[in-house]
């Protein structure tokens, strides 16, 4: 089999492997959050019952202790039995928080375990790239061979490129060349900037000329790189504070429309031509603001990380991030 051949089937397998466990992770983060949501349905089950009827009953809600008026859909009623189900009635986390953190699970563990864990791997390879191409050239300059350079280099912490660096200095110890090695390590490392690295000196040995100097300038060209990248983020990053601010704002904002309005409104009779109309149940209002806070936190945290990295993977994070904050907001101050 020739080189090629095995460079192209070590990529394949590594593929497979990177791929079969982001599988893995994404299928357990569904499994769990359709048995949070199955423990939401059990405890709906157990605190209330269907009735089948054409006009509204007051029933007495278990939680509070007071009555309310509550009136069909699509001619049934969610009555409210007083069994207790996983969780005591003065709780209040209904079926509908069960969904929602069912989302936020499902989103949040490949997000972190992914993306953000793909993202700081690979901005740590970046900034201590650097640092790495210095070492070698600093190795070239008091004379020492490249084989040597790169082997003394590996021996030291670079974070997630030491594993790579190591298997760099025994190709080139084994005698593969040092062309075949270095495309090699690019492929394995993965991100733009090393790709960039390792391409221009590549070109430059294959130009002919002092290795030193080679490294030398592509130590540069990384580090001038990585400080435009830095300044660009940190010109963006007022944006995604901006985007969580303005969420923040739009909780508050929710909260005072529900305790001012939504709130008597859903609790007063309704009085229109002598005829006292049955007003909508005030914990409907509640399950409509909780579901809008939770699709608001998760197409601002979509734009955050668009604006932030230029990826909606790492969106997901804020997503979550964001959908948490909304979670626990309502059930604090909405849902109390």
């Known amino acids: 089999m020739s080189t090629y051949e ?14 079969s466990k982001n599988i893995i992770i994404w299928i357990l983060s569904v499994f769990l959050s359709m048995i949070v949501i199955a423990f939401g349905i059990i ?21 509070t202790g007071e009555e309310e008026i509550v009136f069909p859909v ?54 201590n790239l650097p640092f790495l191409l ?33 298997k760099l200095a025994a190709k080139v110890s084994w005698g593969i060349p040092f062309r075949d090695a270095m495309n090699s390590f690019k492929e394995n490392v993965k991100t733009p900037l090393a790709k960039q690295a390792t391409i221009l000196i590549l070109e430059a040995e294959r130009s002919g000329g002092n290795l030193e100097e080679i490294f030398e300038a592509a130590q540069k060209h990384v580090q001038e790189i990585l400080d435009i990248k830095r300044e660009r983020e940190g010109q963006i990053k007022p ?29 007063q009779a309704i009085v229109l031509n002598n005829v006292e109309v049955i007003p909508i149940p005030i914990h409907a209002f509640r399950n409509l603001f909780l579901y809008v806070l939770v699709v608001q936190g998760l197409f601002s945290g979509i734009t955050a990380g668009k604006m932030g990295s230029g990826t909606v993977k790492i969106g997901l994070v804020h997503s979550t991030i964001l959908m948490s904050i909304a979670f626990i907001c309502h059930l604090l101050f909405i849902a109390k």
């Open 6 to 19: 095995e460079e192209q089937l070590q990529k394949l397998r590594e593929g497979k492997k990177q791929t």
């Open 43 to 63: 405890e709906y089950i157990n605190d209330y019952t269907l009735v089948n009827t054409n006009s509204g009953r007051v029933i007495t809600n278990p939680r």
């Open 74 to 127: 699509f001619g049934f009623l969610s009555v409210p039995t007083g069994n207790q189900g996983f969780i005591p009635n003065t709780i209040v986390f209904t079926v509908h928080h069960f969904v929602i953190l069912g989302l936020i699970i499902m989103i949040g563990i490949p997000a972190f375990s992914i993306y953000y864990a793909e993202s700081q791997r690979l901005r740590k390879i970046d900034n």
């Open 134 to 166: 210095r070492e070698i050239a600093d190795s070239q300059r008091i004379g020492m061979h490249l084989p040597r350079a790169i082997a003394e280099a590996s021996k030291r912490n670079y974070g997630p490129l030491t594993p790579e660096l190591k």
């Open 239 to 267: 944006y995604v504070y901006i985007i969580y601010a303005s969420f923040l704002i739009f909780i508050l904002v929710i909260y005072i429309l529900f305790a001012t309005f939504f709130e008597q409104f859903g609790t």
